[in-house]
């Protein structure tokens, strides 16, 4: 297992920006496909951006062009830049590994906080 930990959330205005980031440890994550993910109050968690090991990135039609998501020149972190945000964006923020490589996230980071203010 590799265990994630979010940090970089908080309070930002509409068009503001913030960079969440994801720190691993137990494992090395280069080999990994790396996901966000977020959840706003009442709604289902929905997917976010996602990094293969090959660099090509996945987003969702809802941040695309406002979000990237990369990983860090220091291994073992993944990052997330939000550009541009909307109230719309508040929501609990979670970072996920595909470790065993199903396909599937197995590993799931606790969460990082952030409230967009319009």
């Known amino acids: 297992q590799v265990q994630l930990v979010e940090s970089g959330g908080g309070l930002v205005q509409a068009g503001g920006s913030l960079r969440l980031s994801c720190a691993a440890s137990?494992?090395?994550?280069?080999?990994?496909?790396m996901g966000w993910f977020r959840q706003a109050p009442g709604k289902e968690r929905s997917f976010v951006a996602a990094?293969?090991?090959?660099?090509?990135?996945r987003y969702a039609d809802s941040v695309k062009g406002r979000f990237t998501i990369s990983r860090g020149s220091a291994k073992n972190t993944v990052y997330l830049q939000m550009d541009s945000l909307k109230p719309e964006d508040t929501a609990v923020y979670c970072c996920?590994?595909?470790?065993?490589?199903?396909?599937?996230?197995?590993?799931w980071g606790q969460g990082a906080q952030v409230t967009v203010s319009s």
């Open positions: 137990g494992r090395t994550i280069d080999s990994y496909v």
């Open positions: 990094i293969r090991p090959n660099g090509i990135n």
């Open positions: 996920a590994a595909d470790v065993i490589g199903s396909g599937l996230y197995d590993s």
